[in-house]
């Protein structure tokens, strides 16, 4: 079943398509990767299915409904939540206090109910501070969650933007280049636990610039150059694609690589 859906996509920024014609159904469920060379639209991409900037032309859908003009909160309360490519989070407050600001959306006591402390806000205030617990310990912080988010590591602290991304239970999960930084065993570590939240059933789409990192852990793959979609299939088959194999590598490699190619299967 499909649970985004882009139609003819495009973003421009003046003269410059950072975004092009883009057409692309994400099914519910599982890891799907969007890879390409650097200036390829990526985060454009992301910017545009969250929300952060509105699409010079094409359609947005999201689990049924038209997301299109849609501003972010909105779209966080519909199910998408998402992390950025460079750390963002309130390091003098504490790691629990970072997980509740992602529960925003999540919460509706009014002005007067927050002032007086009223019955109602204290029970809505217990369940945010229960699933914010929930969704450190889903990343292995939740002994962490009175520390002050910023002595955390490196690697903590990009778990920590997860965990406050996963703390309003969201349907998609946007994760912008996850493993950037890390060292082998964080990255390690991130694979696992990006795995385990698409087995709960939250579809993970990611951004990552770490090819055996993208290909050990994701079920379909999308190839953006120059703001167009030229592959979207198998991370097996996208290994293989002449289009993406000249995109990453530049036109004289790739012929180079077919022409080996083509003498081995004669050789052979």
Known sequence: MTLLSLEALTRRFQGLIAVDNVSLAIEGGGVHAVIGPNGAGKTTLFNLISGLVLPTAGRMSFSGHDVT?????????LGIGRTFQNIRMFATMTVLENVLTGLHTRTSAGLPGVLLRLPGFRAEERRAVDRAREALALVGLGEKADRRAGGLSYGDQRRLEIARAM?????????????AGMNPAETEALAALIR??????????????DMGFVMDISDRVSVLNFGRLIFDGPPATARQDA????????????????QGARAGVRGA
């Open 69 to 77: 003009r849609l501003p972010p909160e909105r779209r966080a309360a």
């Open 196 to 209: 385990q939240i698409a087995a709960a059933e939250t579809t993970v789409l990611l951004v990552e610039h």
């Open 167 to 179: 703390a309003p239970s969201p349907r998609l999960l946007l994760l912008d280049e996850p493993a």
């Open 243 to 258: 289009q993406v194999i000249e995109a990453y590598l530049g036109q004289k490699v790739a012929a180079r690589l077919q």
